[in-house]
């Protein structure tokens, strides 16, 4: 056999859906898996938006702009004016989802054996993006016990070598939930200019808010145009995971013209995707608002849940829809998979996203999940009292003391 690329050999597994075989191999012998370990809303997206895809009369499906249809930029931008991002249709790239957009993005902007800076944990993806594109993640540790706050700027600082090309950070994050505020945002974006490198900011959960904490946008701050870029999706906020639709949205033009090439070799975006997308962006502003408080209402009821079984700690999610859970277990993957393999609970069992893959750092995570809370009240309690008894089984079978 031909000898396959160091580079595809060395990509990481996605925590994500590293154990989809086992699930499915669950659901065959008939037990009834409850996912815990995926952002895939269980929330209908607006019916504007699939009603625009049925009731197309497109006779094909023609390639569009490379940059995404001016109609939809031009929308995004008047969107963005309501959250006092103050920019127009010539600064957004529309992208095949954020991953296309963070993929492109590190293309553009990085060679070979450079690095970015990420406070950890992070995305488990961003860890597979940057590793595609042959560059190395630089991780700075956040702590579990502040919430996953934003590590000290002298930390971060210390990180930064002429390889470095940029610092990124997902707000609110995806897996912790913390929401970096107008300060740190602020911090961070003045030490890119002195430093003379990029900071990105993956905003796909900017609507998803919880008590009475504002969203500031990367590209608020007054001074850094040529530094800042942002990363967005519809996947999250409108319940279109499926559709892909992301975007690059950045006031540095000679980056937009740099991406714009990587944007011609693929073509353009998806057709009909991008009518649902565009027509996502008419939904009343109340769908928005019922979503948000779904969505709290579901972080309050299974943190108190979780909270509730002995030895088990949450982090405390200020924004998103994850939490970050800290386990009386020795190894959450082996544990995650017993679930699967080795436990139900009344033909029930849960799928969580071991958290040692949110991590670059060797040994970080060990005995932490992330949870999504993407399902209902219900089904959440329900998950709840499985984990509680799978906690309790895997322990009997596996150690003699937890972690």
Known sequence: MPKLSKKGIDIPVSPIRKLVAFSEQAKARGVKVLHLNIGQPDIEAPRVAIDAVKNSNLKLLP????????????KLSKYYSKHKININAKDILI????????????????????????PEPFYANYNGFASASGVKVVPVASEFNNRFQLPSLENI??????????????NPSNPTGYVYSKLEINTLCELSIRKNIFLIVDEVYREFMHGDIEHYSVLRHP????????IDSVSKRYSLCGARVGCIVSKNKLLIQNLLKFAQLRLSPPTYALIASEAALDAPDSYLKKVISEYSKRRNVLIKALEEIPDVKVSHPMGAFYCMVKLPIDDADNFSKFLLTSFEDKGQTVMLAPA?????????GKNEVRIAFVLNEKKLLR?????????KEYNKIYTSSVV
């Open 383 to 391: 998950a709840a009292k499985i984990i509680r008894k799978g906690i």
């Open 63 to 74: 390639y569009g702009p490379s940059q995404g249809n001016f109609s939809y930029r031009k």
């Open 157 to 170: 600082d210390s990180k930064i070598t002429p390889k470095t090309k940029a610092i990124l950070l997902c």
């Open 356 to 364: 040692k893959g949110f991590y670059s750092t060797p040994g970080y």
């Open 223 to 230: 001074e850094g145009h040529q530094h800042t870029i942002m």
């Open 95 to 118: 992208t095949t989802g954020a991953s296309e957009a963070l993929t492109f993005v590190l293309n553009s902007i990085c060679d070979a054996e450079d690095e970015i800076i990420i």
